[in-house]
């Protein structure tokens, strides 16, 4: 065999290369150029695209125009306006490498029409193939055309590789909301095989926010949090709505649209202890970082990034999650009223009764109700039979919209039904639909949590007889490493040898049960992570708050129990001052909303 000897690529093949990093499917070529469009100044964008993009894609925009000398740089590999020196540190654009357009003529037919302002032309320039024709007087406006056709046609290899026409349609749709969100102030039209995909005016971020997550403005929690120099905005949904993929989740950082794997992990911790497992929140989220403090220039697409402090973006983006979900959130999916802050509620403090644990949480009666009259009075049952078991108004007058008071939400109860639901009459009319079982059990379920951060330990439950458990050394060191963080948890470790630790005791409320499994679990992820909490890692929290979960669901109200009035009031009550009582501890809805254009959709009286 004789000995390889390099040689220099030729040029076409490095584009061709380049092309394959860059413009890995129709999608891709279409975010580099709609990317070039917004930095254009664009303030109206038009795409039309063809089966997904691959047989045409056509990008519009009244943006600041090229003239024909930067057309023919626009072509050429490396060349760009938007770094203005060497240093790939302060980078306010969303493109900057120059790469886009030469790979995109290299692998397809590419038609770039362009006037500046102060041109009385507009100038055309072709490339087929990675073949150059030289600009030429065209028609057009101010602003850029560029039309994409045949896209890799010059690489048969990649076409051959791309999906159906439905799934690259899937994938430019998913580009075109992303980009949408990230420019409000542009106006947005985007035609799939001549069907009007979606058409957005200029707009405000929450109206834009709206449009994109497909909900109105009115169910969106509005997020605003400060720490140091890093800034998170946005608009999140509530818990009530999930989808079963992660497609809801749109982040920016710095107006750029990501898909950070670290980020959708805090999103994903942030909302564990409120949705169903298998269910993913909806929201728009955006990051504002020092430009210095991050390195966008990670990979060719852009979509990934690298942060200079990952442990603080996590809890940040953590933390306030957390406090906008517990900040009386508006849930979607129908539940549409705002929890009263909890500052605005006065409630008398009631000690726990001798021997009352906080697993038990009794209704409080001394709490204040709604509009309860001093003199109860009772309904007549019209259209209930008196043994109806379904069916148990509330021992009193029902009470006129206006004289509820607006700082209870929920209202004031007005029956209960099949000794499970309770029917509530908000302030504005709107009736209120409460799961008892399942909102008593959030409420039990926060009461233990409470505890526990409060305390910052679990009790320990020694073991009979100790036990080893074998670890790669790695995973071994790291469990030590946190050995006094896991000893308040209830953990006692001590080492035993290279690879192995001596496990003494064990968190009373996990009990023995598979302990090494969930030891496991938690050394694997304080080895991949070691700035990471020895509390905060997945395994140990979702073990933790399985088993609250499970505490709160036995001591919790059952269905099927016979409120009192007054109970169900105090019920209500608690809820709305209690986070995250949107949803129970297994993630489903604890209330619902039936407005009256909804009964009246209902009745057949409005469509």
């Given amino acids: 065999m004789s000995r390889p000897t390099i040689r220099r690529l030729s040029g076409h093949v490095i584009d061709l290369i380049a092309a394959g990093e860059v413009i890995e499917r129709p999608a891709a070529a279409l975010k580099e150029l709609v990317e070039n469009a917004i930095d254009s100044g664009a303030t109206r964008i038009v795409v039309a695209l063809r089966a997904g993009g691959t047989d045409r894609i056509d990008v519009t925009d009244n943006g600041c ?67 150059i024709t030289p600009p030429q007087p065209a028609s057009g406006p101010v602003g850029t055309r560029i039309v994409v056709t045949d896209l890799f046609f010059a690489t048969p290899a990649r076409r051959k590789f791309l999906k159906s026409a439905r799934v690259e349609s899937g994938h430019a749709e998913s580009v075109m909301r992303r980009l949408a969100l990230s420019a ?100 728009a989220l955006h990051l504002k970082v020092p430009l210095e403090r991050l390195d966008v220039n990670v990979h060719p697409a852009k979509t990934e990034l690298r942060f200079a402090d990952e442990a603080e973006i996590r809890s940040l983006v953590i933390g306030g999650l957390g406090r906008a979900l517990g900040h009386g959130s508006k849930g979607g999916g129908g539940i549409h009223a705002s929890f009263a802050p909890r500052s605005s509620i006065v409630y008398p403090p009631r000690p726990l009764e001798p021997g009352e644990t906080m697993t038990s949480l009794p209704l409080q009666t001394t709490l204040p109700t709604a509009s309860a009259p001093q003199t109860p009075q009772t309904v007549p049952r019209q259209g209930f039979a008196e043994t109806d078991p379904a069916f148990a108004p ?71 007889l100790p036990e080893v458990v074998d670890l790669p050394r790695r995973e071994a060191e790291a469990l030590m490493a946190r050995a006094e963080d896991l000893a308040k ?97 297994h993630g489903r809805p604890t209330w619902l909303r039936l407005t009256r254009r909804e009964l009246e959709r209902l009745f057949g009286r409005v469509k």
């Fill in 489 to 585: 948890l209830g953990i006692d470790l001590e080492s035993f040898g290279p690879g192995s630790v001596l496990l003494r005791s064990v968190p009373a409320l996990l009990g023995a049960k598979d302990i090494q499994g969930l030891l496991k679990d938690v050394a694997d992820e304080l080895a991949s992570d070691p700035d990471l909490d020895a509390a905060n890692t997945g395994s140990f929290a979702h073990h933790l708050d399985a088993i609250l979960a499970r505490m709160a669901c036995h001591g919790s109200i059952r269905a099927g129990r016979r409120l009192k009035p007054e109970e169900m009031d105090a019920l209500l009550r608690e809820m709305e001052r209690t986070p995250r009582a949107n949803t129970c501890s």
């Fill in 65 to 131: 125009g090229m003239s024909p000398v930067e057309l023919e740089l626009a072509v050429e590999r490396h060349c760009t306006s938007k770094l203005q020196d060497d240093h790939l540190v302060q980078i306010r654009t969303l493109g900057f490498r120059g790469e886009a357009l030469p790979s995109i003529g290299a692998s397809a037919r590419l038609s770039i029409t362009s006037r500046t302002p102060e041109s009385d032309t507009a100038w055309c320039i072709r490339v087929d193939g990675g073949v």
């Fill in 184 to 283: 409000p102030h542009c106006a947005m039209r985007v035609l799939l095989d001549d069907k009007v995909l979606f058409d957005l005016p200029e707009q405000s971020p929450i109206s834009r926010a709206a449009s994109i997550l497909d909900t109105t403005p009115d169910t969106l929690i509005p997020l605003d949090e400060q720490r140091g120099a890093v800034r998170l905005s946005g608009f999140a949904c509530g818990p009530a709505r999930t989808r079963a993929t992660g497609s809801g989740q749109f982040i920016l950082v710095n107006n750029r649209p990501v898909t950070d794997p670290m980020l959708r992990t805090a999103i994903r911790v942030a909302y564990r202890p409120v949705i169903e497992r298998g269910r993913f929140p909806v929201m």
């Fill in 394 to 464: 509330a021992a009193r007058a029902p009470q006129q919209p206006e004289a509820l008071d607006p700082a209870f939400p929920l209202g004031a109860s007005i029956a209960q039904v099949f000794d499970t639901y309770i029917l509530a009459l908000a302030p504005d009319g709107d009736l209120i639909l409460v799961d008892q079982h399942a909102a008593h059990e959030r409420l039990t379920h926060e009461r233990l949590r409470e505890q526990y951060a409060s305390g910052g330990t679990l009790r320990a439950q020694a073991l009979l």
